[in-house]
C-alpha cells in the first residue's frame, strides 16, 4: 500500500507549540492533509505520555489509532531529545529523533532518562547527555527502535550544524554509528544537497514537518509502498529499498530558515560567497554571521552540486497548498479568503496531498480559480522563485513573480 508518513512532530507539552496540539486535533488534520502515519511526538513528557495511554490502542503491529476512529490516521511513537554536552572541547547541542515499537519500551526509554534530566520540563526535553550515550540507552531498550539526527544541518541544534556540530556521523557516534540508519534532512536542505556528500551514501535521508501546530503537518514527509506496520516502516528505512521507499516531499529548501547565512538583527542575508567576502562577518555590525546550511553543505562536500547516488531515494519539492492560494491571492496565510479557498479544493478534490501530487489540470481549474489552479501546476514543475531564508527567517516564495525563477530541479522524478 502506497501511504505518507511524518515522524517528526511536538504536542502542546513543548515549548512554543500550539494548545491545539492534542491527538484529536492531529487525527483531523492529518486527514486533511492525506497523512496515513503520523508520528506521536513527544513520548519522553510523562502527562503526553499518559495522553497517548489513555487514548490510543493498538492497531497494526508498532502503530496505534485512536479509540475513537474505527479507522483512518495511524501514529507511531516518536520523540525528540535535545543533547548538550561538552566534546572535544566544544559544546555540541544535537537533537535526535527517536522511534520505539511498543508503550513498554518507552517506559523503559523514560525510566533511565528521567535519572538524567526533567523530563517534566519540555516535551523535547534537555540533557546533558552525549549523544554516543543517548543512542545506547535507547537500543539497550530495544534493537528496533531508530535513532536519528533530527534537523540535520541546521546551525544551532544538530549533528552537522555550523554552531555546535560534528564532521562526520562517526565523530558524533562513535561505535554507535553502524546504528544511525538515517538523518533528517531538514526544511532548509533536500536530498540533492545531501548527495554531495560520500558519508551520506549508507543512510536513509527522511524528511518530517517538525509541526508545532495541526496545520503545519506533513510540510515534508516521507512516502512508502509497504505494509503498514512499524517494522515495515523502519525496514525500508534501514533498507532504502525503493521499491518500498519511494520518495520524500519537501520544502524547496530555500525557504527553509537557515539555507542562506546572516544576521537577522541586521536583516542581512549572504550566499556562502558573499559571506567569504566578509570573512563571515556581519558587514553591518561587524558581529559573527549565523553559518546557514548551504554553506555548510559546501564546507563538507566531496562531490560536485547535482550529483546523484545509484539508487538514491528520489524526493518532489512542495509549497503547501495554503501558501500557494495565499501567494496567488496576496494575501495572508490565515487571512478568511485564503482559508476559504483551501477548504474548497478539499471538499471537492479531497486530501492536500492528493491536490498537490494528483490533481489533474482540468479538474483543478473546474475546483478553483485558474489562477490558483496555475500556482499548483507551477509549483510542481518548480517554476517559482523563493528569497532564500537566513539566521531564523523562512525564506518568502513567489510563484508569479517577475525575478529570477530557481533553477529546475533535478530530482529523477517527474510529475
Not at 497517548?52 to 479509540?67: D, R, S, T
Request: aromatic share 10%; hydrophobic share 40%; proline share 5%.
Amino acid at each position: 500500500m502506497i501511504f505518507i508518513a511524518d515522524f517528526h512532530i511536538h504536542s502542546r507539552y513543548s515549548r512554543a507549540t500550539s494548545k491545539d496540539m492534542d491527538l484529536e486535533a492531529l487525527d483531523k488534520w492529518a486527514k486533511i492533509k492525506g497523512i496515513k502515519v503520523l508520528g506521536t511526538g513527544d513520548f519522553t513528557h510523562p502527562e503526553w505520555l499518559k495522553n497517548l495511554k489513555a487514548k490510543l490502542e493498538p492497531a497494526e503491529a508498532g502503530l496505534f489509532k485512536l479509540k475513537t476512529e474505527t479507522d483512518g490516521v495511524r501514529f507511531i511513537l516518536t520523540s525528540e531529545i535535545s543533547c548538550i554536552y561538552k566534546k572535544a572541547d566544544k559544546v555540541r547541542k544535537i537533537h535526535i529523533i527517536v522511534f520505539a515499537p511498543s508503550f513498554e519500551t518507552v517506559d523503559k526509554i523514560n525510566a533511565c532518562l528521567n535519572k538524567i534530566g526533567n523530563l517534566k520540563s519540555d516535551g523535547r526535553p534537555i540533557l546533558g547527555l552525549d549523544a554516543k550515550e543517548l543512542a545506547k540507552i535507547i537500543l539497550d531498550a530495544s534493537k528496533d527502535c531508530l535513532v536519528i539526527p533530527a534537523h540535520a544541518w541546521t546551525p544551532w541544534f544538530s549533528i552537522f550544524g555550523s554552531k555546535s556540530g560534528f564532521n562526520s556521523i562517526e565523530e558524533c557516534f562513535g561505535e554507535y554509528s553502524k546504528y544511525i540508519y538515517a538523518i533528517e534532512t531538514g526544511l532548509s536542505s533536500d536530498p540533492l544537497m545531501n548527495w554531495q556528500l560520500s558519508m551520506l551514501d549508507k543512510v536513509a535521508l527522511i524528511s518530517n514537518s517538525d509541526a508545532h501546530s495541526p496545520q503545519k503537518i506533513g510540510r515534508e514527509a516521507n512516502v512508502f509502498n509497504a505494509e503498514i506496520s512499524y517494522s515495515a516502516i523502519t525496514d525500508a528505512i534501514k533498507s532504502k529499498d525503493p521499491e518500498k521507499f519511494l520518495y520524500t516531499i519537501e520544502f524547496f529548501p530555500e525557504e527553509g530558515k537557515y539555507h542562506f547565512d546572516g544576521h537577522r538583527n541586521c536583516e542581512v542575508s549572504l550566499s556562502p560567497k558573499e559571506s567569504k567576502k566578509y570573512n563571515n562577518l556581519c558587514p553591518n555590525c561587524g558581529k559573527p554571521l549565523t553559518i546557514g546550511v548551504l554553506n555548510r553543505v559546501a564546507e563538507l562536500a566531496d562531490k560536485p552540486e547535482g550529483f546523484k547516488p545509484p539508487n538514491a531515494i528520489p524526493f518532489k519539492s512542495l509549497v503547501p497548498l495554503a501558501e500557494i492560494i495565499a501567494e496567488t491571492l496576496g494575501r495572508g496565510v490565515a487571512t478568511k479568503e485564503v482559508i476559504k479557498h483551501y477548504q474548497n479544493l478539499i471538499g471537492k478534490l479531497g486530501p492536500e496531498f492528493n491536490i498537490l501530487l494528483n490533481a489533474s489540470i482540468k479538474d483543478l481549474k473546474s475546483a478553483t480559480l485558474p489562477e490558483i489552479a496555475e500556482g499548483i501546476i507551477r509549483v510542481r514543475e518548480g517554476k517559482i522563485s523563493v528569497e532564500p531564508g537566513y539566521d531564523g527567517v523562512y525564506g518568502k516564495v513567489h510563484i508569479f513573480s517577475k525575478g529570477k525563477q530557481r533553477k529546475p530541479i533535478k530530482q529523477g522524478l517527474l510529475f
